[in-house]
């Protein structure tokens, strides 16, 4: 691949390297999948920053005409995109120019590749966000689908109110009862995912240039969903009690952010569960400087030990607290359903919002996650759930302590989904994916779950989802590849190229 | 109620009326169901605006204070929605001033108002824009159902790719060939209901300000995406032949739209098809003034008489043509499955901003219509429906004929669900669609279609799902209160609060 940098023109430089590097693909010089060098590589090469090497490859990508895969590096995927081969007019679209700011800023591929890991049955995944696929209770749902399609089908087939369908709806009241919270029927929405939950409360609360404030490390889809929204995103650190109130005060009182983001519960990714003090201490913040809290509580139902502490929305008096939660990390995460329980206002206005995006969430998945409440399947099965990760969670602890070497810290979480791993200064986690994925073993690399580039010597580990007799063997190859990666230079050796920051 | 008006003060008066109206129903002197006078009335009694009691019954909707049903006006919804009730500090958070300004113009309920008047049976409703209900292979879907959770029923659980389920886009791409569109795979996204189409194209197209072009009239939900998304709406006129070429051309010159959105085949609410002649000539606008063009094409299908002409996407030489389309009017509206075929740099724009938004479509919906179109079933239930909604207009134009005043006009609809009326221009569909569900009649109002107010004497009536022995009934008592319209002066007898345009 032959580029020439020309200092002296007014074209920016990203523009010439990409340029020459389309042209080339587009003349057929550059074949289908021919791989191109790694952006550090290429930047050292031609003596230019590696953001401008990256900034060209974005392009590239956008355009359609490379793509970046875990384990493979970046390739060349086309060679006639419809573009560029008439030189009279009219002449095809040139679509990227026509795409949004806010559309520009949503381009980000490290779930794309965390969903194809998890698909993949040739690697133990400790990547995926997902329950253990044995453990659906298929049998159960034929069951049950059949009596939704056998008396008043068209319930399933139907449209639903925005807001959810009304027997679902009554079933979500009365688990939310269970924890505490105490909401009416018109404080409720169901969503398609907790994942429209980040996106609506986004739409509405966030401008561009607002600040939201986080955990840090949190939850990379909601980083990018912010991020989106073009807001401006404040981490607060956590310690094992949860985000710092020592350091959200000030936080609060230099940004006076639009939103307060908190996974009180077995925190993602380091599985920290917040205390009550803080819980109370967030609240009273909250109350004295008028900032709604966003509750994001997946896992709280998951819990192997320890006694369960109240949610915020359950101690909030005041109705700041809107609480997001799912179905999904309990079963079917397919068949996207979460919901919101919130101030009569926001659900409101969360149903003028949704109306446009989706009109209502799948009246099927809806009709059979209600009747899996209704006929009391959702307990036993959150029982039998209980027991088999705590099960997986131990071996998992246990493969840690066998195989991992000294300078390796991790936690033991009381609930949830996830080991959150501390390696050795040097390691980039990121860098070491491509080698994990080469060995068979995938994780999230710590670098995603912050949003300036700190946590490249961490990794999230999941128990959840991995087979039983996988852990073990999976943890045990992970082990390998970092020590491996710590005596010998990896670093330059194959493209880097999970870039969850953009 | 007792409102007073101070011309003097510095608050604004709509805010006056709004707070005192508050502060009337917070005290408990307005119950629960006390019903407020219709906003003309009051604005006449206080000598103000019309406007601005609009303004102030909006902001008391939005804080939850009051509501606006189809026939019964509006109403105080609640005496102690959490506000005000303590005079000290912390006080409740005064959650509609975080509401971000694209938030806000989400605001309309007319489509909430017609779902929930599709879902009431005590009504007929014409308003519906779904299939015939009794016309749903129950059974079908019911055996496909029990195949899918037998073999490989992971699928259905677990996450499939943003971009779809593979299966399903493969069918999709065998049922445009159909449609003389042919597409490879990454041509393809399958989206939650063609509803997120129009969404995700409006977040990557539109920025606030931008200007799209649409029919006029056209379908109220897109209207309401655009304008939620800040965009200015240019509408072109249409005649039997569908969008007028000679008006369009001009009208690109002048605002350089971002965006062409047309419904070419059956458009709604007119029923009209663009000619071929008018297709072509529309693709060498898009090509000369480099404009794409959002091809709409749910009922392109359902044609009873006469001969198909190609959709714009098959006739697209330079992929300027991104094309939406849906199941939910050939079956299953509420499994919320639509698609959108477009050049592969616009797929992966839209994969990165549906990610955000849901990560995927229900994993279970995608797998059962998978089923349905792989066995065969699609183009047999398709046979099914043409036969039996040719009937159903049929009986309509019938009863249209024999109740009709004969200043009524209506079209003859080759295929697609609606009939177009245009009445008188005395008569207010609008105000006159209260009195018609007292009657237990509904339609669309005109005015829903157009986006400046005009369409108040159309309305659009829809034949494909009320049962076939309902529609003469139901067009004889519609005619019976538009004549008792014409003789009496409805027009401030009862609140008018389906208000589509904002």
Redesign the interface.
Known sequence: MNITIDRESTTPIYLQIKHQIQEQILSGKLAADFPLPPERKLAESLGVNRTTVFNAYQEL????LIASHVGRGTIVI?TN??AGNSGS????????Q??????SR????L??NI??M??RHDIISFAAG?PA?EL?P?DV??DL??QV??DG??????????EGHHPLRESIVKLLESREINVSLDELIVL??S??G??IAS?????SGDVVIVEEPTFF?AL??FR?AGARIVGVPIDENGMRMDALKPLIEKYRP?LIYTIPNFQNPSGVVMNLERRLEML?LA??Y?I?ILEDDPYGLLRYEGKAVPPLKALDR???VMYLSTFSKI??????VGWMAA????I??F???K???????????QC?LDRFCRENYFSNHLKTLNQRYLQRRNIMLRALERYAMPDIFWNTPQGGYYIWCCLSEDVNTTQLLTKATEHRVAYVPGEAFYNDGQGQNYLRLNFSYPAVDQIDIGIKKLMQVIQESVVTTIDEEFPLEVRPII
């Not at 990508?61 to 359609?64: E, F, L, N, R, W």
């Not at 089908?153 to 925005?162: I, K, N, R, S, Y």
């Not at 739409?203 to 401008?207: Q, V």
């Not at 109306?355 to 998945?365: G, K, P």
Request: hydrophobic content about 35%; overall charge neutral.
């Open positions: 990508k956008a355009d359609g086309s995109d419809g007019h009219p002449s095809p679209l040139l679509w990227r026509l795409f949004s700011e806010s559309a949503a381009r980000d591929s779930l794309g969903l194809q998890v698909s997902v696929q659906e298929v749902i034929r689908q059949t399609l056998k089908g068209q319930a399933a087939f139907l449209h639903t109110p925005v398609s995912g994942q429209q980040l996106d739409r509405i609360f966030l401008e889809c990018q969903t989106a639009k009273d109350y004295h008028q709604p005041l109705g700041y079963l079917c995460p397919g068949f996207r101030p009569k206002p926001v409101r206005q149903a003028w919002v109306q446009n995006m989706d009109l209502h969430t799948s009246s099927l998945s059979l």
